[in-house]
Every structure is written in structure tokens, then in C-alpha cells.
């Protein structure tokens, strides 16, 4: 609870800072001049805070239409559980969730760094099985397919000067509070599903 | 609108936004209390383990002890969740002009891991024989005294969360006469090699034919690879092979473990006083 205080009031003050980016973009010759990128693709893997079980493959591409508006499409595919596909007689036939959010925020650019933070929303689907398969009880089956709101709250980090360059970024879930409800509760199992991804990124304006 | 009104507009947005965010966020940590007028405070000390439970009692508005007998909820981890139970029954024999029930809230004695499952497969579990047997032979009797409680197997109701859940699962099966109601959620029925189905299987010829209620609630995105089939198996089980049992399941969307507990206690809550 008082971590998810603190990423937030974290995030309120960075949105609210003025930032110390130059008006003009840097040139190619202006060393010193922070990176500008109007346009990126950035692929990386990442993983949930849930103790690391869950794999990401996603996928960000950046638009900063203003230097300091950006937008961004985030798509990705988790294979979610993948340490405990069978434990107890109970199997895990399959686990996935596919995502696809928009977001909006804005930029803050340094020699070498840039962070930006944005706030995301979209839709999850998650999709999975679960056997109960032993000698002593009727074999169940239990499958699930739900399509629900995804929206919360992103950092990421772009390192490098070039075309290419290193990205880190992470996701703080918010749903289902507060549309659900609005006791802390709810975001019990998010604090899990905070998402910490590494790739590396292109520059293509 | 310029363009500079415009780039300012933009600017704004994020800020705004995670401004109303943080006053929602804030705004929601206060935490809904029983009223201290319909409470009473106990403390009773365990001879099976020794340990000191603090009970909380939640009293139905024009309490008449001598008059009316009054059915009983037993609420697991009670220092969580004796608050919330006690306001939800209150509100649903309000707005259904029905007798209300005693809620009472157990404390914690020893750790809940251990009071909670019922074999020791660790140094951190294994004590529930223990507390059921504090439950039956010290609280119960101490309700019926002191409070003037129904005596009834049907006026009373265990109520557990998780482990909590466990236990009620667990109680249903090895000492079926104590609760007539079951309120069953999120409950920890991979445990041990899953040893509520074991349980179930062993003692069913016992309980089959006894009347009871049985509410079961889990949240649908309890995706850890162990919750959702045992959680059917035993459903399944119950209405397959028990001739008087009034049965409900609920499977509550987008919410997990911790998410889905709260919506799953009222639509348990509401179960029982309908069915009851």
C-alpha cells in the first residue's frame, strides 16, 4: 500500500516537473544537445514482479508528435505461470495473456537519457486451463477466457545516442481499481503483475 | 483554439489526471468500522494450544438476548474481516426486513498458517485440530452463554478466506455437526496433496445426507496453477453426492485472490440469509 503511494506521488511530481530539455532538437553535430526521438520501435522481454514467473514479449512504438506530448502503442504476449504447470495432481494445460494498450504522457530528454512517462489503456486477454488429473479424485477441468480493461500507469527509460539504443521500461496495473471498487484490496494481485522489461530500441525518425 | 493553447492543453492532461488519481487512491484507504455501540470485546484462552484469541462480537441492532435466539456467523481471520462481515450483515437484514445474526470475529491466537491447516508439512502449519477444538468445547459454548445464541447446527455459519477457506472445508468434512453453513472462499484445497478432497471422500457416507448450505466464491483471475480445479473438484463433488444440500459457487470476473474476497463475502452473505 505505501509503495503504490509512493510510485504515485513519484509520478505526479516527474509529470510535473518542468524538465530541462533544450526548445531545439539536437543536431548531429551538437554533442552535448540531448537526443530527440520523434518516432521509436521498441521490442523487449520482460518479466512480472510475481516472482519472476511470467514471461513478457512486447513490443512499443513511440510518437512524439510534440517534443513533449508522446503517444504510444504497446502490444504484448505473456506465457504467464510457467515454473508451476503442475503441481499437486493439478496441471496447467496452458496460461497466455495478449495486450494491447494506447497511452499518452510525456517526455523528459537528458544528454543520454530520455524518460518518459505515460499513462495506458486498453484491453487484456487472458486465457487459461487447469486439470485436476489423480487416481484418487474424478478427473475437472477448469478453463478460462476472459477479456477485461487494462489501464494503469508506465515508465520507460531509452540509454543511447544512436539509431539504437537500450530501453527498460515498467508497468504499474491499476485495473480493477477503482472501476471495480475502490478498496486498496483490489490492487492486492497487481502489486505482482508490476512488469519490468529490457530491450533494445530503434530509432526511426 | 491556437496551437499554443493547444501544446498547453496537452501538458496538462497527464498532470490532471494522476492528480485525480492519487485523491481517489487516498480518499479510498479509510477503512469502514463496525459500529462500537452493537460491539462487544473478548479474550479466551485456548487449552488445546494455549493461545489468548481476541473475539469481537457484532451484535444485531435491538439485541434481545431473553427474547429472540439468534444464528451466529463465525468469521475467520476476524481481524481483517469482522468489520466488513458485520456492516454487510447489518445492510442485508436491513434491506431485506430479516432477522439479523451475531457475527463473531476471531482473532488470531497462533499464527493463522498454523491454527488455520490441518496437517504439519512444515514448522508453520498443522495446528487446526487444535483451534477447531477451542471453537467447539471454549467458543461456541461460550456464545450460547453469554450471548444466548441459537444452539441449533443450523444457525451456525463458519466463514474463511484462503486458508481460512481451508479450514472450513476441512471442518465440513471431519466434524460436519458443528456449522450447518459454509462460506467457502478463495479456499487453499491444493493443500497438502489435497487433503480436503481426501477428507471429503473419506467422511462423505458420514455427512452425505445432512442437511447444509454451502456457499463457494473464488476469483476467476486466481491463475497460479493450483486454485481453480481443486475449487471445482470439490463444488463438483458436493452437488454430485449430497442429497439436502443447498449449493452456490461464484466465480467472480478480473479479480484475484485478495481482489475477489470482499464481492465474494457478500454475495456469500446474501446466499445464506436467502437460503437460509
Known amino acids: ?205 | 483554439m491556437s496551437a499554443k493553447n493547444k501544446s498547453k492543453m496537452f501538458k496538462n492532461i497527464p498532470t490532471i489526471a494522476i492528480a485525480i488519481m492519487l485523491l481517489s487512491f487516498l480518499g479510498s484507504c479509510k477503512k469502514e468500522v463496525f459500529s462500537p455501540e452493537l460491539t462487544k470485546e473478548i479474550s479466551i484462552q485456548s487449552t488445546a494450544n494455549g493461545a489468548t484469541y481476541d473475539i469481537k462480537v457484532g451484535l444485531p441492532a435491538n439485541y434481545e438476548p431473553g427474547v429472540e435466539k439468534y444464528a451466529t456467523i463465525y468469521v475467520l481471520d476476524g481481524e481483517e474481516n469482522f468489520d466488513f462481515v458485520s456492516n454487510q450483515c447489518k445492510a442485508i437484514s436491513d434491506k431485506n426486513v430479516v432477522d439479523n445474526v451475531l457475527v463473531v470475529g476471531i482473532g488470531y491466537g497462533k499464527d493463522r498458517s498454523i491454527d488455520y491447516t490441518p496437517t504439519k508439512i512444515s514448522s508453520a502449519t498443522g495446528g487446526a485440530t487444535e483451534f477447531l477444538n477451542f471453537i467447539e468445547t471454549q467458543l461456541i459454548p461460550e456464545m450460547e452463554e453469554q450471548f444466548g445464541v441459537d444452539t441449533a447446527r443450523s444457525s451456525r455459519v463458519i466463514l474463511g478466506h484462503s486458508y481460512g477457506g481451508l479450514f472450513g472445508a476441512n471442518v465440513f468434512c471431519i466434524d460436519n455437526e458443528l456449522f450447518g453453513n459454509y462460506i467457502l472462499l478463495s479456499p487453499s484445497l491444493w493443500f497438502d496433496d489435497l487433503i480436503s478432497l481426501q477428507l471429503e471422500k473419506a467422511y462423505r457416507e458420514h455427512n452425505k445426507h445432512r442437511s447444509q448450505l454451502v456457499f463457494m466464491g473464488i476469483g476467476a483471475a486466481e491463475n497460479l496453477g493450483r486454485m481453480q480445479a481443486p475449487f471445482e473438484a470439490f463444488y463438483q463433488t458436493l452437488r454430485d453426492n449430497y442429497s439436502d444440500i443447498r449449493l452456490a459457487k461464484n466465480r467472480e470476473e478480473d479479480l484475484d485472490h485478495m481482489g475477489s474476497k470482499e464481492p465474494n463475502i457478500v454475495k456469500g452473505l446474501n446466499y445464506y440469509f436467502q437460503n437460509r
Open chain 1, 1 to 205: 500500500m505505501n509503495l503504490l503511494k509512493y510510485l504515485l506521488l513519484f509520478f505526479a511530481l516527474m509529470v510535473s516537473f518542468p524538465g530541462v530539455a533544450q526548445k531545439e532538437m539536437a543536431t548531429a553535430s551538437d554533442k552535448h544537445a540531448p537526443v530527440v526521438r520523434l518516432l521509436t520501435i521498441e521490442p523487449a522481454i520482460g518479466i512480472h514482479t510475481n516472482f519472476g514467473i511470467d514471461l513478457l514479449l512486447t513490443n512499443m512504438i513511440q510518437w512524439n508528435p510534440y517534443k513533449r506530448l508522446s503517444l504510444a502503442s504497446y502490444s504484448s504476449y505473456n506465457i504467464n505461470n510457467i515454473t508451476q504447470r503442475n503441481f499437486n495432481h493439478i496441471k496447467t494445460n496452458y496460461n497466455y495473456s495478449i495486450n494491447q494498450k494506447f497511452g499518452v504522457g510525456t517526455s523528459f530528454y537528458f544528454r543520454k537519457i530520455t524518460h518518459t512517462f505515460l499513462l495506458m489503456a486498453g484491453v487484456k486477454y487472458t486465457s487459461y486451463k487447469e486439470t485436476l488429473d489423480s487416481a484418487d479424485f474424478e478427473k475437472t477441468g477448469v478453463a478460462i477466457d476472459a477479456l477485461s480493461p487494462d489501464y494503469g500507469l508506465m515508465y520507460s527509460l531509452k540509454w543511447g545516442r544512436k539509431k539504437c539504443f537500450f530501453t527498460v521500461r515498467t508497468y504499474l496495473p491499476l485495473y480493477p481499481w477503482p472501476t471495480k471498487g475502490s478498496n486498496p484490496l483490489y490492487l492486492d494481485g497487481n502489486m505482482n503483475n508490476i512488469s519490468l522489461e529490457l530491450g533494445v530500441g530503434i530509432k526511426i525518425r
